[in-house]
């Protein structure tokens, strides 16, 4: 299943195609003013594989495929695009998002439901699955559409926790004292209109064992201009710490309009960490996940987990096998101070935590 757009975000199907804007020299030319119309850039996010490849000079064939794209569309906002090398077809960033034939060969142990979510719903649009925290998934849309997403299959679109105006995920979190902590996951919350959040954490103030607010999302990498001072006086205004897990997976998604949008989350009062998917071609090298930990700490976000991938259909050629990435971590450990060193993890159905390897 497709991740659908969210109600207020229906994306312009023949939405033009601009000429992207390419950093030079390392510069990042893309930086919109904060409180710039997010809403804009999302609905102009490249959704042709073609007109992607043509904007890197990438004329040449790569396997592209568009069974992959029927069942997965390409998302990708034209910032990130832009901090894509030109001329590269192995770049770490295009790699994240091109549908490519190998997605559609059946590999043995990769399902549709690698997590096991499907069995975890407390109620509507809640997972509650480890102790003191209730994860919510607020709507299934993203602005970027990762290839290694365990999600490309979930209805959550279907299922997210705004359908009925949070009534029925906030009576939940009432009715057990012991969710502590509440996760807005997705999708990619932040997908949602600020009102629309402000809306849930109003209703969420009121539920009196709640003492953290965490956020899981990759909009403040991928389209940083969602970061804008709607969204900083909202986050200001809540009545818990709050903690915002950002998703990059190489050092190269960062750039000044990232590094600006991860200041405004400081200066808004949160903990911003990172988490990452360890994937072959992408990160899977001690120096790629060494910059990535340092570019984290260069814009103020601690490592959090390097998580290795869910076995979900269509991504088993991002896989790195749990030797290899034993290796490459032990090798973090001796060259990272240890503040800078993610937890290496997997999860797994059933279990009560993430699982160190
Ligand atoms: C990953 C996850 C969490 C958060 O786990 P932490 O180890 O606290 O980051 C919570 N609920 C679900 C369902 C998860 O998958
Ligand atoms: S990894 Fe995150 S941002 Fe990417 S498709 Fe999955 S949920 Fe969306």
């Not at 770490?92 to 060969?105: A, G, I, S, T």
């Not at 389209?223 to 990059?248: F, G, N, Q, Y």
């Not at 009062?269 to 790629?288: E, I």
Request: proline share 7%.
């Amino acid at each position: 299943m497709i991740p659908a757009a969210s109600p207020d975000l229906q994306p312009a199907e023949g939405a033009r195609d601009h000429a992207i804007r390419h950093r030079s020299g390392g510069q990042a030319l893309l930086s919109e003013p904060i409180g710039g119309d997010w809403k804009r850039l999302w609905r102009e996010a490249i959704r042709d594989p073609r007109a992607l490849l043509s904007l890197l000079d990438l004329d040449r064939a790569l396997p592209v495929s568009d069974a992959a794209a029927m069942q997965f569309p390409l998302r990708v906002p034209r910032g990130f695009a832009a901090r894509m090398r030109r001329g590269d077809p192995d770049d770490p960033l295009l790699r994240q998002v091109l549908p490519l034939d190998d997605e559609m060969q059946p590999v043995p142990g990769f399902t549709p439901d690698a997590v096991g979510d499907g069995l975890s719903r407390a109620g509507h649009g809640v997972i509650h699955k480890y102790q003191g925290r209730a994860l919510l998934v607020a709507t299934g849309s993203c602005a970027v559409h990762c290839r290694y997403c365990f999600r490309r299959h979930f209805p959550y679109a279907q299922e997210s926790a705004a359908a009925d105006g949070w009534q029925m995920a906030v009576e939940t979190i009432r009715a057990d004292a012991s969710i502590t902590e509440v996760i807005l996951s997705g999708g990619d919350p932040l997908s949602l209109a600020t009102s629309k959040l402000a809306a849930l954490t109003i209703l969420l103030s009121a539920v009196p064992h709640i003492r953290r607010l965490r956020i899981h999302t990759r909009l403040p990498i991928v389209l940083p201009e969602r970061i804008d001072a709607e969204c900083t006086a909202w986050l200001s205004s809540l009545p818990w710490p709050v903690a915002v897990v950002v998703h990059a997976n190489h050092a190269n998604e960062f750039d000044a309009t990232v590094d600006a949008a991860m200041a405004r989350l400081r200066q808004a009062g949160t903990t911003v960490l990172n988490q990452a998917v360890l994937l072959r071609g992408v990160n899977d090298s001690v120096a790629a996940l060494a910059a990535l930990s340092e570019r984290c700490f260069d814009a103020g976000v601690l490592p959090y987990y390097l998580h290795q991938l869910d076995r979900v259909a269509g991504a088993a050629h991002f896989e790195v096998d749990d030797e290899r990435a034993r290796v490459l971590h032990a090798a973090l450990v001796a060259r990272l101070p240890g503040y800078l060193v993610p937890k290496l993890v997997r999860e797994v159905a059933g279990d009560p935590a993430k699982r160190p390897l």
